[in-house]
């Protein structure tokens, strides 16, 4: 069945650093979506990406979309204790088929 | 403010009983959907529904019915319950056409043990 990896599954990182998280699917994709997922809570929209070669920013958060439509980033800069949660990728495959599929997420945690 | 209420936060439930998870949405929308999520797989979705008295099956509908008989309402049945059940159910409500073609909103989640 079609599948979007995500890695990694867990990343520990210091206040400070920077963090990337990857989306890879075998086949192309409609639009992929981001949302984060805050400890004990439910999954946030972040934002939603269509075309191929998309980039979109959220003050110190970058969001990719790759030229094949294959795969995505969020790279987050300067992490804060407030970035802390899991992170999820989710592809819609094709509009005719609605079916969002979710990766298996990142979680990150902070050091201070 | 736009939501998505879950009945329970937490539930206790005996192997081979019937269960009914509830969802209500306040936006409006015709796509709602069920995930569970697990550690380590993510969020998959077990069904969904465009409209009323609508549903289609998502990736893991086994052991699993749904019921949509008010726009709002989407609910979630466990036919007999068992041990690998239990999880995190997550509701979910949609935009756009049709599906997730946008901003999913999500309920608070249930967390279902079956013993």
């Known amino acids: 069945g079609q599948q979007v990896m995500q890695i990694p599954q867990y990343q520990h990182v210091q206040e400070g650093e920077d963090f990337t998280t990857y989306c890879n699917s075998s086949t192309t994709l409609s639009n992929i979506q981001w949302y984060k997922q805050r400890p004990g809570g439910h999954p946030v929209f972040l934002i939603q990406l269509v075309k191929s070669g998309e980039v979109k920013k959220q003050k110190r958060l970058t969001f990719q979309f790759g030229e094949a439509k294959k795969n995505s980033s969020l790279h987050i800069t300067a992490t804060q204790t407030t970035d802390v949660g899991t992170y999820f990728c989710?592809?819609?495959?094709?509009?005719?088929?609605?079916?969002?599929?979710f990766g298996t997420g990142t979680r990150l945690t902070i050091i201070p | 403010d736009v939501k998505v209420t879950q009945s329970s936060r937490y539930l206790v439930k005996r192997t081979g009983e019937k269960v009914f998870l509830e969802c209500v949405q306040d936006m409006d929308h015709e796509n709602m959907f069920w995930y569970r999520q697990d550690p380590g797989l993510g969020l998959r979705l077990i069904y969904f529904s465009y409209d009323v008295k609508m549903k289609e099956k998502g990736d893991i509908p086994e052991g699993y019915s749904v019921s949509r008989e008010k726009k709002e309402r989407f609910s979630l049945i466990l036919e007999s319950a068992s041990t690998n059940q239990t999880s995190m159910y997550l509701c979910?409500?949609?935009?756009?056409?049709?599906?997730?073609?946008?901003?999913?909103?999500f309920g608070q989640g249930t967390r279902l043990t079956v013993v």
């Open positions: 989710a592809g819609l495959f094709n509009f005719g088929n609605e079916k969002l599929t």
């Open positions: 979910a409500g949609g935009d756009g056409d049709r599906g997730l073609g946008a901003e999913a909103f």
